[in-house]
């Protein structure tokens, strides 16, 4: 009788072939859970995150991300951070809508300081790798002018663009950035732009300073190439299109007053060359006297449609080309031969009737190491290229995303600074909370291992 009141169990075998599939489903399901937690949604992950618009008070962080959301940015003087700056366009309207750029100013800044923030994003917040970015702002420095660039975005039917992301570069200064507002229209203040050292103003040519725009809107680009002779206003830039207005840019001799040199940005003011017509030959870069960190820098210009120019650089060592003016009225051209650190000189010529026209330019090209600028070399299309780091917002992933030290070094090729960005593990358990399905998993995974022991052992 007794043999019959004894419990029985299931053979060793069995017994253990349930617990290994009971382990193995209920650590699936407990990982699908864990996912569930730690996945940050894409379509709010911060992406193309730039550092603009640098000043002693002041600047600006704007992003794109691939679905509509709303972002804003908390920023402090320790890693604690605390203050939420939001979108520039949440002040400007009662109720701003969510959007796929993003745009937020941090103003009432102490200069010279380091700064830490971080970025909210579709209400989670993303930081560098598990720590706050670092920028550091720029010292104290008045303009002695107003000076300004301008204009509008329109889509391919010619009506106005809002929300597009606006970005300016000049060569040796930081870069600046805009959003257009309902009716397209965008601006952007020249005069305060620093240096990439952000210890003065930037010492750029009113007349005749080449300007790289570039403008998003989360789907399209389109980008611009002027000179500040042609930026207020700029003509209308139509997204998705490239546009060349160099040869738009002519501006009658003298008639813009030279500008008083900048001390305090530790360059030169270089000289403008004046022209009448965009048919006269011009060097738009570089300026006279500039200072080049490239050893093959691109030079641009204008001159007479078609014409064959001589093209010769005069130092220890001498180059001699030629090189043809586009049915545009511009010309670009790079020397095969690295040039020698120090002082050039470029000559430009051509024959026209019989009669030799040319210009010259003075430049400077710094030896490695000599400077933080960064180096414009040529590319086919004429563009300052820049790095782009694609971030993943898993914590889980393996993001090695690039470290945003003090700002003085750390500028990317566009004269800005552009930034990955990671979700903090520890918010983003906080705030994804679990729902309904993820419930059924959770507790699916915990019954079958529970159920496998019970068996074996009971």
Known sequence: MKKYLQPKHLPIPVGLTILV???VAGIFAINRVQNLFTKASPENTPLQVKITNITHSSFVISWITAGESLGSVTIGETREVGEIKGDIRETNQENHSKSKVHFVMT???KPQTKYYFKIISGGKTYDNSG???EITTANTSVPEDNDIAQGRVLDTSGSPLPDVLVYLSMANTIEQAAVTDKNGHWMIPLATSKTLTLQGLS????????IEITAKTGTETATATLTTANDNPVPDITIGKNHNFLDEGSIPQGSVPDKTTISQSGFQAPTSVPFTQSENLT????SEDEEVNSVIPEFIGNGPKGKELIIEIESDQKISSTTTVSDQGDWKWSPQTPLTPGEHRITISYVDNGIVKKISRSFTVLATGESDLPSFTATPSGEIKSPTITPYASPASSLSPTSLPTIRPSVSATMGVEVSSSPTQAEQLLDSGIDSFSRIFLGAGILI??????????
């Open 21 to 23: 599939l009971g382990l």
């Open 107 to 109: 103003d009432n800044l």
């Open 131 to 133: 720590k706050p970015y």
């Open 203 to 210: 010492n750029y040519d009113r007349t005749a300073q080449i």
């Open 283 to 286: 060097i738009l870069f570089p």
């Open 449 to 458: 291992i529970l159920v496998g022991l019970a068996l074996v052992f009971f």
